[in-house]
């Protein structure tokens, strides 16, 4: 006899995405497969396997005893916690929330597998013309009947095919394709490196390359008097880090006689994080610095507008892109090196709230905290009113102050944060364990700081694939930045009433007659509750997986290359793909399809720098042509043409 199915719901640590399965118990849960039971009493075991240093080689069992779930501690080093409370041996009810190491599961009953609850985050592609993510789009073969042509069905293209089609074909040495903020840094080290600018092509969709994320983070309500969540020597412009953002800021405000701010920076940058908090740059400060180093470096010479159709390898050792220029105008490049760097192609849209969209075509009243959505504060400020945020990370937060300074013209607006279970204990690594408060995990970047460019770097680079997986778990999770000011906006809002927090899994969301939204919850103990909202904002993320891109799957697929555990491209430690390699032509890629690989803040402006420095290291080992490896005296030379705004 089988047992009743149970359904286990938890954020992956190292991503936030949703896991959801539906399995019958029993259940063994661990991190080596092998030291986990495959039969118990005659009955075939569940084996969950968790990824982290901090889950035991078989950690803890879930069975029926009696008609009652129980779950029993292995002799686990780490624990079982039911609830927030370490248990040996406790009874599982609807609801109860289960902690094995950094994994936080909600435990719910009698869940039919096929249904809405159970299946994965809908994925919003980004609008081609404005770039904002738009649910009514959705993905594409990049390949048609047209173009690109046949010959793209090979696996190696020949040139003379190319040439046949009487589309324009055009060749550089160094191609990158995205023209983000990946693609500048790597274009920006080439330069650097000594590469000339006409020999170099960006491109992708925008001439800034921090459009995107400029309008992510306005989206997001990050505007550019606000800070990022990033460090002071994190400098997109300046692969030397110096002067940093926290020196720069100060100068400034001592030109303008603001004398107590400019040592204040210079204090956070040399007490942080234990006397002070860190120091984060101003939005806008960072994107007037990229525009400085996009002149310096003759980046308007080198961008090209084009949405790449599909990458191919050619049968002279290169690689050749297909390109539309403008409806139905079409073209190729050729080039020996190639960079991809295409960012976040979609958002991660809750499918309650995504099948709300689709039934009642209400794009107002429930949004994502990516998508422009100012209309729902300006309607606060006016009329008051009830907003409902699901997800607890760095966005969330953002939303909540933002919120916060609309109650300054309204105090009659109120927050419910919808999470999916408490968060008793922060993650744990070795001896060291984040902070959580209020159901919040605290963390002055999205990494651990010594990921960047500490042991836990080395440490990554050096780990095998499984390896890697565990630490990444055990270092990820939601958190948001460690911030007193932002503490202080939470405890007021719980002391005063206006913020409060529930836990449940949702069941429904529909709208009420008066066109307020309802989004039917079971929670713990209470049963079924409804959450009555004015607006609803989805702060959960987005999305980097392959198979949100069109042009990555495509390319998977046709040379059959290997994802890792995360659903993002393979990369060797220098971020090539080595399954691409064409001769001497080389492919790299860098940025958030890298993530789960040897870098674990790959989607950073310091990731960005780093993976691109390995690779142009690469380029530099297989002598690429113009291209010189920087020591110390053609690097301080390079520093000084910065200081003084000179071309390379």
Not at 155 to 160: K, R, S
Not at 290 to 296: A, C, G, P, T
Request: hydrophobic share 35%; proline share 6%; charged share 20%.
């Amino acid at each position: 006899m089988t047992n009743p199915q149970i359904q286990l719901s938890w954020e992956d640590p190292a991503t936030g995405e949703r896991r959801e399965p539906t399995l019958s118990p029993p259940i063994a849960f661990g991190r080596e497969f092998v030291r986990l039971p495959a039969e118990l009493q005659g009955q075939r075991v569940a084996r969950m396997l968790l990824n982290s240093n901090e889950v035991s080689r078989y950690h803890a069992l879930i069975n029926y005893e009696q008609n009652q779930l129980v779950v029993i501690d292995q002799g686990s080093i780490n624990g079982v916690f039911v609830n927030g409370q370490r248990q040996n041996r406790s009874f599982l009810a609807h609801g109860d929330t289960l902690q094995i190491g950094p994994y936080m599961m909600t435990v719910m009953f009698g869940v039919n597998a096929t249904s809405q609850a159970t299946r994965p985050p809908s994925m919003i592609q980004f609008n081609p013309k404005t770039n904002i993510p738009d649910p009514s789009l959705s993905p594409a073969p990049p390949i048609t009947s047209k173009f690109p042509p046949p010959a793209f069905q090979a696996e190696n293209v020949m040139l003379q095919a190319l040439h046949a089609t009487g589309l324009p074909v055009d060749e550089c040495d160094y191609l990158a394709v995205g023209a983000g903020l990946g693609s500048f840094i790597w274009v920006d080290l080439l330069r650097i490196s000594g590469v000339r600018a006409d020999k170099i092509v960006a491109l992708g969709l925008e001439a800034e390359p921090y459009a995107r994320y400029k309008r992510l983070c306005l989206n997001s309500q990050i505007p550019l008097h606000e800070r990022l969540r990033s460090n002071s020597d994190s400098c997109p412009d300046n692969i030397w880090g110096w002067p940093s953002y926290a020196w720069r800021e100060a100068g400034r405000d001592l030109t303008q006689g603001k004398v107590n701010s400019a040592f204040k920076y210079l204090w956070q940058v040399f007490a942080e994080p234990t006397f002070a908090e860190t120091y984060t740059p101003r939005a806008g400060n960072v994107f007037d610095s990229i525009d400085r180093e996009v002149k310096r470096i003759g980046w308007n010479q080198i961008y090209r507008y084009g949405r790449v159709r599909a990458i191919r390898k050619t049968d002279d050792g290169r690689y050749c892109v297909a390109y539309s220029r403008s409806p139905g105008n079409y073209a190729f490049i050729v080039s020996r090196y190639l960079h991809l760097a295409t960012g976040y192609p979609a958002i991660q849209f809750l499918p309650d709230l995504q099948a709300y969209r689709a039934k009642y075509q209400d794009f107002k009243s429930v949004v994502n905290a990516y998508e422009a959505h100012d209309h729902v504060y300006q309607q606060l400020e006016q009329q008051g009113g009830t907003v409902l945020i699901r997800g607890r990370g760095i966005v969330a937060s953002r939303i909540i102050q933002r919120i916060y300074e609309a109650r300054k013209h309204n105090p009659q607006i109120t927050v419910l944060h919808l999470m999916r279970s408490p968060k008793p204990q922060g993650n744990k690594f070795e001896k060291a364990q984040r902070q959580v408060k209020n159901h919040y995990e605290f963390q002055p970047f999205n990494w651990p700081k010594a990921c960047w460019g500490g042991e836990l770097r080395v440490m990554l680079e050096k780990a095998t694939p499984d390896e890697r997986q565990r630490l990444l778990a055990d270092w990820g999770g939601t958190t948001t930045a460690e911030r007193q000011d932002w503490q202080q906006m939470i405890e007021q809002g719980l002391s005063e009433g206006w913020y409060q927090i529930s836990f449940g899994e949702v069941t429904g969301v529909e709208r009420h007659t008066q066109n307020r939204t309802i989004t039917h919850i079971q929670e713990k103990g209470l049963g079924e509750m409804k959450l009555a909202a004015d607006f609803i904002i989805d702060a959960t993320g987005l999305d980097a997986k392959v198979e949100a891109n069109p042009l990555l799957e495509d390319i998977v697929k046709h040379y059959n290359l290997p994802l890792n555990h995360l659903g993002r491209l393979v990369v060797a430690n220098n971020f090539e793909l080595p399954e691409m390699r064409n001769g001497k032509g080389q492919m790299y890629a860098g940025g958030a399809i890298t993530l789960g690989g040897p870098y674990a803040a790959v989607d950073s402006f310091l990731g960005l720098q780093y993976s691109a420095l390995v690779a142009v290291d690469g380029l530099a080992a297989s002598r690429a042509p113009g291209l010189h490896r920087l020591n110390i005296i053609n690097s301080f030379t390079q520093w000084i043409k910065w200081v003084f705004n000179q071309s390379p």
